[in-house]
């Protein structure tokens, strides 16, 4: 028999199981095989089956860098598993600067909000600038991008978060929203914000939190109430789905913005949320943990969004980490985890007050009894005052950025936080992608997270 002329074909069941198997990178490649193949690997079947697999490793995708002074429209995507980086050109960025990034089910990644300069088109603009309300979600996957409904209010810089919610949550959520809470006409705020844990308490027996009060009961009754949440968030046999927050940021006159909204896929629309307090400060951090939505304000004030509920929540908490006030500290969570980043002076030789050298410390909140604690401390100096931290699977991932004779440096590093037990820093990255970049970069970057 001629073996020359014998074709050996694999079944399409077959072929799946070992495409779906193959590392992002090489899975990319194979679409480049025939239109067969490409078909195969973005069919919904294929996409569901790489998505409830055990093959996906973690991803970072650092997006706003600035190159030869323009906004250069590319994202850079850092495969953790091989070491290295790999460019994507996304032309619908290009000239769009100081938007926010969040990833959502490990599937998307939106980018909400921004900059775009009006005088010189593409190019970084302090001085003349249009701020935007547009949402666009890209799939790394697929590499497709799509728009969706823009914000009701045009913002830069704004603090993302992610949330599962359940089936009811348009109902609750637009009931609080008609029933706003009263701030105060002189600066103040009212009593919703005073006392958290009473409030959490009316919550645990479905009362509306502007109803005749009630005696104070013991916070840890409120944050076990929070932890239960979680795990009935957690479980597979309820219909659930997520939606994205936006608080803060900054307007088209650059002033600081205290509203907010919310986005869900399902209805594709924004809704607005009940304001912050007006003496809260400007938002510098945010993230969601157990379906509250913490954001930390510049003058040290922490408080907490309900998101199924729809109002916030004060929180006290016993001293905050001491920080240098130049390095706005970073919230991240993870396994229903709360930490704060914050950079402080660390007294050196013995000698109190001697403040020698900054450090970046990570802490980390009791969610039951309201302390922070110090967890771990970074093993990098702290040079960039807008480094980027997010976390995903027990593991914080970040990443630095500072010019230094006359070279851009960047370090990747990761920390483990998938016990409670001892936790430490390592560098992810034996190769740089700030070299080509403008130090411009280190301000108008931000990092998501995605395991594909």
Same mark, same amino acid.
């Given at each position: 028999?001629?073996t020359s002329?014998?074709h050996?074909?694999l079944?399409?069941?077959?072929?799946?199981?070992?495409?779906?198997r193959l590392?992002?990178?090489?899975? &990319?490649n194979a679409r480049l095989?025939?239109?067969?193949?490409?078909?195969?690997t973005?069919?919904? =079947?294929f996409l569901?089956m790489r998505?409830? $697999?055990l093959y996906r490793t973690?991803?970072?995708?650092?997006?706003?860098?600035v190159?030869d002074g323009c906004?250069? $429209?590319?994202?850079?995507a850092f495969?953790t598993c091989?070491?290295?980086?790999?460019?994507i #050109?996304?032309?619908?960025?290009k000239? %769009?600067?100081m938007?926010?990034?969040?990833s959502?089910?490990?599937d998307d990644?939106?980018v909400v909000?921004? %900059?775009?300069?009006?005088?010189q088109?593409g190019?970084?603009?302090?001085?003349s600038?249009k701020t +935007?309300?547009?949402v666009?979600?890209?799939?790394?996957?697929?590499k497709?991008? =799509?728009?969706v409904?823009?914000?009701r209010?045009?913002?830069s810089m704004p603090?993302?978060?992610?949330?599962?919610?359940?089936?009811?949550?348009?109902?609750? +959520?637009?009931?609080?929203?008609e %029933? %706003?809470?009263p701030r105060s006409?002189?600066?103040?705020v009212s009593d919703v914000?005073e #006392?958290?844990?009473?409030?959490?308490l009316?919550?645990?027996?479905?009362?509306?939190p502007?109803m005749?009060?009630?005696?104070?009961?013991?916070?840890?009754h409120?944050?076990?109430?929070?932890r239960q949440?979680?795990s009935?968030r957690?479980?597979?046999k309820?219909?659930?789905?997520?939606?994205l927050?936006?608080?803060?940021g900054?307007?088209?006159?650059?002033e600081?913005l205290?509203?907010g909204e919310?986005y869900?896929?399902?209805?594709?629309k924004?809704?607005e949320?009940?304001r912050?307090p007006?003496?809260?400060?400007?938002v510098s951090? $945010?993230?969601?943990c157990?379906?509250?939505?913490?954001?930390y304000?510049?003058?040290d004030?922490?408080?907490?969004?309900?998101?199924e509920k729809?109002?916030?929540?004060?929180?006290?908490?016993?001293?905050?980490?001491?920080?240098?006030?130049?390095?706005c500290?970073?919230?991240?969570a993870?396994?229903g985890?709360l930490? &704060?980043?914050s950079?402080s002076?660390c007294? $050196?030789?013995?000698?109190?007050?001697?403040r020698?050298?900054a450090?970046?410390?990570m802490?980390e909140?009791?969610?039951?009894?309201?302390?922070?604690?110090e967890?771990?401390?970074h093993p990098d100096?702290?040079?960039?005052?807008?480094?980027?931290f997010?976390?995903d699977r027990g593991?914080?991932?970040?990443?630095e950025?500072?010019?230094?004779?006359?070279q851009l440096?960047?370090?990747?590093?990761?920390?483990?936080?998938s016990?409670?037990?001892a936790?430490?820093w390592?560098h992810?990255?034996r190769? +740089?992608?700030?070299?080509e970049?403008d130090s411009?970069?280190?301000v108008?970057?931000?990092?998501?997270?995605?395991?594909?």
């Amino acid at each position: 028999m001629d073996t020359s002329k014998l074709h050996i074909f694999l079944p399409d069941d077959i072929l799946e199981l070992c495409l779906v198997r193959l590392p992002l990178t090489s899975l &990319m490649n194979a679409r480049l095989v025939c239109k067969k193949w490409k078909n195969l690997t973005t069919s919904p =079947r294929f996409l569901t089956m790489r998505w409830e $697999g055990l093959y996906r490793t973690p991803w970072l995708f650092l997006f706003g860098t600035v190159r030869d002074g323009c906004c250069s $429209g590319e994202i850079h995507a850092f495969d953790t598993c091989q070491d290295k980086w790999h460019k994507i #050109d996304a032309e619908i960025l290009k000239g %769009r600067f100081m938007f926010s990034v969040q990833s959502v089910h490990d599937d998307d990644i939106y980018v909400v909000g921004g %900059r775009s300069s009006l005088g010189q088109p593409g190019r970084l603009d302090w001085s003349s600038f249009k701020t +935007h309300k547009g949402v666009m979600v890209f799939s790394p996957v697929t590499k497709s991008w =799509r728009k969706v409904a823009a914000m009701r209010y045009a913002r830069s810089m704004p603090v993302l978060g992610a949330s599962e919610v359940g089936p009811d949550f348009y109902s609750a +959520h637009q009931y609080h929203q008609e %029933r %706003r809470f009263p701030r105060s006409k002189i600066g103040g705020v009212s009593d919703v914000y005073e #006392d958290p844990h009473r409030l959490s308490l009316r919550r645990q027996y479905n009362e509306v939190p502007f109803m005749a009060n009630r005696k104070s009961h013991s916070h840890s009754h409120s944050h076990k109430f929070m932890r239960q949440r979680s795990s009935n968030r957690l479980n597979p046999k309820c219909s659930k789905r997520f939606v994205l927050i936006a608080v803060g940021g900054l307007g088209p006159w650059d002033e600081p913005l205290d509203s907010g909204e919310i986005y869900d896929p399902l209805t594709n629309k924004w809704s607005e949320i009940q304001r912050l307090p007006v003496d809260f400060g400007a938002v510098s951090s $945010g993230v969601v943990c157990n379906g509250i939505f913490y954001v930390y304000s510049e003058i040290d004030k922490l408080m907490g969004y309900d998101i199924e509920k729809g109002f916030w929540i004060g929180i006290q908490t016993s001293p905050f980490p001491p920080r240098v006030h130049e390095y706005c500290p970073k919230l991240v969570a993870s396994n229903g985890r709360l930490f &704060m980043l914050s950079v402080s002076w660390c007294e $050196g030789d013995g000698r109190i007050g001697q403040r020698n050298k900054a450090v970046r410390k990570m802490w980390e909140l009791d969610l039951v009894c309201l302390n922070w604690s110090e967890v771990s401390v970074h093993p990098d100096a702290p040079m960039d005052w807008n480094a980027v931290f997010v976390a995903d699977r027990g593991q914080i991932y970040g990443i630095e950025m500072f010019k230094i004779f006359g070279q851009l440096l960047d370090f990747s590093t990761v920390c483990d936080v998938s016990d409670s037990g001892a936790t430490s820093w390592r560098h992810v990255s034996r190769s +740089h992608v700030g070299h080509e970049l403008d130090s411009s970069s280190c301000v108008t970057k931000s990092l998501s997270v995605l395991h594909l």
